[in-house]
């Protein structure tokens, strides 16, 4: 098995172009678990722990967020907190204290887990990723990198390198459901963020990637309960579910319908 460790982005990016086979390390914390269980061998790996630029945090105007913060420095930072509460919110929602100070953002968007808590706010909050190979960089927005179970649109030379969130101009709130008492992994998680008057909901945890629709946030009517009953409810037609230990399909439609609309009267408050 061979381990690089380089220390600068341009050196991950030219030894991912040299062999596309490797596997970045990033936290570590969802790698692990395939390795644990037989589903992932490599035998070239290249870790971003020496990276130091990937762990800057600034939050002057727009916050940029290196790929390789951990997702406790989002949950307790006080610009993060203060401006950007619903950020705040969906990374403290993670796991435990223990995951959250090792897990980070970049890695939980490249693995495209369908119940991981940030990617659904992410989405809402109009974030988007700088993603580099050598090439040079480009920019992707959360709502379009993640295309279906563990799958992005990025190539296979390119690294996430950052993730900017706007400064938002309204409320953000992250709601999540859990079934299994003995596991954190939601059932259910709904995001929604106010930007300028209008709303972007994300559904995520019941199908293959975070949902937003755009044509039926657009009917929202702020502070009535009838429009967030409305809104709910063509969520929760709209999405093909999964059926899996913490939820059937047809309880996890019940279940959109009814926390879309408990957020949606949350942003109105």
Known sequence: MTWMQPTTVDAVVRARADNPEAVIVAGGTFLGILV??????????ISLQDVRELTRLHSAGDLSIGAMVRH??????EDVRGLWPGVSA??????????????TVGGVLADADYASDPPSMLVAVRAVAEVASVRGTRRVPIDELITG?????????????RVIVPRPTGPAVYRKLRTRSQEDRPASSVAAAVHEGTVRVVVGAVSDRPHHFADVCATWRAGEEASAREIGEAYAERIEYIDDNRGSAAYRRRVVAVEVRRALMQVSA
Do not use: K, Q
């Open 72 to 77: 406790r420095r989002l949950e307790l930072d």
């Open 36 to 45: 644990r269980a037989g589903m992932l061998e490599a035998d070239d790996w």
């Open 90 to 103: 969906a990374f403290r929602a993670v796991a435990s204290p223990r995951v959250r100070n090792v897990a």
């Open 149 to 161: 179970h563990y799958s992005t649109c990025l190539e296979e030379d390119e690294l996430i390198t």
